[in-house]
C-alpha cells in the first residue's frame, strides 16, 4: 500500500509550498546575450530547502540517514520510505527539519527530527515520530523554539 505514504509526501508538500524560495529575476537583455544559460538540475526524489552556506553543511541523504536512525528505535519494525522524505532549512532556529514517511503494521506514520550542528558533529533538536496529520505542528513548534511543546 504505497498510497498511504504518496499521501503523507503529498500532505507535506503542501505545507512546504508555502516555504518555497522565490524564483531568481530573470537576466535583462545585455546579460542573457554575454553569459550562456546554465543546465537545469535534474530533479530529485527528495525534496530538500537549500540553507546558507556557512556551518551549516550537510547532505541530504545524510540529514535522511541521521533521522531514520536516531529514530529507528521508536519502531523497529517500521519500513522507512527514505525516498520520499523531505528537508527544510529552518533559517529562524537555525536547524534542518527532516520528516521520513513509514509505515508499520499497516499504519502510516512519519520520522520527524530537527538536526542541527554539522554533519560532522550533528546535534538533535528533536527526534520523533508523528501521525501524517501532526507534521505542521511539529515544524511549528521547531520555529518557536518549543519542541516537544514545551511553551
Given at each position: 500500500m504505497?498510497?498511504?505514504p504518496a499521501l503523507v509526501l503529498l500532505s507535506?508538500?503542501?505545507?512546504?509550498a508555502g516555504c518555497a524560495p522565490e524564483p531568481s529575476p530573470s537576466p535583462s537583455p545585455s546579460e542573457s546575450k554575454t553569459s550562456s544559460p546554465t543546465p537545469a538540475p535534474s530533479p530529485s526524489a527528495i525534496e530538500t530547502t537549500e540553507p546558507p552556506?556557512?556551518?551549516?553543511e550537510f547532505t541530504t541523504t545524510a540529514l535522511v540517514q541521521l533521522c531514520a536512525e536516531r529514530t529507528r528505535a521508536l519502531a523497529p519494525d517500521?519500513?522507512?520510505f527514505a525516498d520520499?522524505?523531505?528537508t527544510e532549512w529552518l533559517s529562524t532556529?537555525?536547524?534542518w527539519?527532516?520528516?521520513?514517511?513509514?509505515?508499520?503494521?499497516g499504519v502510516d506514520s512519519v520520522a520527524v527530527c530537527g538536526i542541527g550542528g554539522t554533519q560532522e558533529a550533528p546535534v538533535f533538536a528533536l527526534e520523533g515520530e508523528s501521525v501524517p496529520s501532526g507534521?505542521?505542528?511539529?515544524?511549528q513548534e521547531l520555529l518557536s523554539g518549543a519542541p516537544g511543546g514545551e511553551s
Open positions: 504505497r498510497v498511504r507535506a508538500l503542501v505545507l512546504l552556506a556557512t556551518g551549516t517500521a519500513t522507512y520520499m522524505a523531505t532556529s537555525s536547524l527539519f527532516v520528516v521520513i514517511p513509514k509505515t508499520l503494521g507534521v505542521a505542528d511539529v515544524r
